[in-house]
């Protein structure tokens, strides 16, 4: 698939079949995402592969808690805060992995962690895979306990846990605002 078609045909997907995700196919994602350009070259990333669906059901639990608190009564989060009230509602998807992208606190982590994300992100569709960004996770990941349910190393911050499944069903594409473009010639 070219980079454009790719471009265009890239859709959160949050319906996944319950079929896993082969490790080769994994490693090879890893391997793209690392191609993105980096600040330093000094590839400050960590990933974290989770296939533990347990352990997933109690970061999609201890997360929701986490969010509610923070979100509060903000009138803007309502909705946001309906899905979080649901018992049914795992942030996660059921979707067979998640990888989450860390970097080192240090660097410009968040840059250097989302250009690699967004790889991945292409990437998968190269194996007709879907996925989709969780921010919902980042929060409590960065808490002591959340780091601590997957061990993650001093020093990384979490930023992009994206999640990686076959698509059961297919995503409409979200509506888009046309950009605001200005050309200085
Ligand atoms: C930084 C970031 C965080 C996101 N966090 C979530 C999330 O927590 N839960 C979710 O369902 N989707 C999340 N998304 C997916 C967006 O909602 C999605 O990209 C948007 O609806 C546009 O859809 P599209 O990517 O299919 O065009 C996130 C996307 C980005 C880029």
């Not at 296939?51 to 009564?73: E, F, Y």
């Not at 194996?127 to 989709?132: P, R």
């Not at 921010?135 to 846990?161: K, V």
Request: glycine content about 4%; hydrophobic content about 45%; overall charge neutral.
């Amino acid at each position: 698939m070219n980079v454009m078609r790719v471009s265009y045909v890239r859709r959160e997907v949050r319906n996944y079949a319950d079929a896993p995700v082969a490790q080769r196919v994994l490693e090879a994602l890893i391997a793209a995402a690392i191609e993105a350009p980096g600040a330093c070259c000094e590839q400050p990333w960590h990933f974290t592969v989770i296939r533990n669906q347990p352990l997933l059901d109690r970061i999609s639990a201890a997360a929701k808690v986490h969010l509610l608190s923070t979100i509060g009564g903000n009138p803007g989060r309502m909705e946001v805060r309906q899905y979080l009230l649901s018992p049914e509602f795992q942030i996660f998807y059921h979707a067979p992995v998640v990888i989450l992208i860390s970097a080192r606190s240090d660097e410009q982590a968040f840059e250097e962690a989302s250009v690699v994300a967004q790889n991945l992100m292409l990437a998968a569709r190269e194996f007709g895979l879907s996925t989709c960004w969780i921010d919902f996770a980042r929060n409590w990941l960065e808490t002591h306990e959340g780091r601590r349910s997957i061990a993650l190393p001093a020093g990384y911050q979490p930023i992009a846990p994206i999640i990686i499944g076959r698509p059961h069903a297919t995503t409409l594409p979200a509506p888009c605002e046309p950009p605001i473009i200005k050309w200085i010639d």
